[in-house]
């Protein structure tokens, strides 16, 4: 049995940009693309979440549901940089951390480095050096399992701490909705809705067989939650295979304007986040789910990497006008990423080549 703590930033983009700006403090402000430029929101601020803004959301619809929106471009050099001074406290008490993202990372405190009997109080020194040290809050959840550490992170956010004991593991899960279960998204909620299924109680119910059924291999994964089961490690080293976004529409695409717009916001989104990792990707998949819940893929595989909104969406375009639609209506759309490499590390290599030629809690 593991003792793991997942830290969460809260609202991290957009609390940095209103602590080095203190005149947006306090007001709804998000991160992204202006919506004259058509962009998508990267981070909402916790008083533009009020209006029901979130990331990955339009601009254009972000800022008809609060008209006096402040809009900030990215600034990744930055968050990277606070990224790194907070990814130094957590080595402070462990080796195993698996950042998940600049702002999110689940560490193994089962052994730390300064012997403390109690995760929570881990958690808590973290906290407090991230707020000391970044002027920044954050959220963290402590627990048996990764699973249960990042669902106890969503719990009493911003600036809380929440921990699931073991004793208290299954008892948590089980009247959990299921809409909040992490990786079972609006669209797949829906669909166990459908089958009667609305709490984790619901789910634990269920045979591997009927979930397999319904929802093909994640049908084991929902298995081992519903009973509060997750022996994933957590991975210090895990090399990023892939990076993408994808989106399911709550009502299917029929308009094919409509589904290249959503297409362009997708590939926005997968610009952002490979800005954020600092990545190029030589080969775009382009992901397609129908009405029937067929799915089908596209790839294209460039002589030379690419990171750039215009490319991202000129080759998935193609690749999406090389499919027969056949009158059928699209309920996902998904782009990413593979074959990565690092621009920093690129331009490493490149250079000098150039130059010349029992556990408690």
């Not at 009927?210 to 519903?226: N, Q, R, V």
């Amino acid at each position: 049995m593991r003792k793991i703590v997942h830290v969460d930033m809260d609202a991290f983009y957009a609390s940095v940009e209103q602590r080095d700006n203190p005149s947006y403090r306090g007001k709804p402000l998000v991160v992204g693309g202006s919506p004259n430029q058509r962009g998508v929101v990267a981070a909402a601020s916790y008083e533009a979440r009020k209006f029901g803004i979130h990331s990955a959301m339009p601009s254009v619809t972000a800022i008809a549901r609060c008209p006096e929106l402040i809009f900030v471009r990215p600034r990744f050099n930055v968050y990277r940089e606070i990224s790194a001074t907070i990814h130094t406290i957590f080595k402070r008490y462990t080796e195993l951390v698996e950042g998940v993202a600049l702002d999110e990372a689940y560490l193994d405190v089962t052994e730390n480095k300064q012997n403390i009997t109690y995760a929570s109080t881990i958690a808590r020194h973290i906290k407090t050096a991230i707020l000391q040290e970044t002027e920044l809050t954050a959220t963290a959840g402590v627990s048996i399992n990764k699973f249960l550490s990042k669902m106890a992170s969503g719990q009493n956010k911003p600036n809380g701490l929440t921990v699931i004991l073991p004793e208290q593991a299954i008892a948590f899960v089980e009247q959990l909705p299921i809409e909040k279960f992490h990786g079972i998204g609006e669209v797949t909620a829906a669909k166990m809705h459908s089958l009667g299924i609305h709490t984790g109680a619901e789910l634990k119910r269920r045979s591997l067989l009927e979930l397999t059924h319904h929802f093909g291999s994640l049908g084991h994964y929902y298995y081992k939650i519903a009973r509060a089961e997750d022996d994933r490690p957590v991975e210090p080293n895990r090399v990023r295979k892939s990076i993408g976004a994808e989106t399911s529409f709550a009502q299917d695409l029929r308009d094919i304007s409509q589904m290249l717009q959503e297409l362009e916001q997708i590939a926005q989104i997968v610009e952002q986040r490979l800005e954020q990792h600092e990545m190029r990707g030589r080969t775009l998949t382009l992901k397609v789910k129908f009405s029937d819940y067929q799915q089908l893929t596209r790839s294209k595989t460039m002589l030379a990497p690419i990171s750039e909104l215009s490319r991202i969406f000129e080759i998935a375009k193609g690749l999406f006008e090389s499919i027969e639609l056949e009158n059928r209506s699209i309920r996902l759309l998904g782009i990413s990423l593979s074959n990565l490499d690092n621009q920093k590390q690129s331009q490493a290599i490149q250079l000098p080549l150039f130059q010349n030629a029992g556990i408690v809690f």
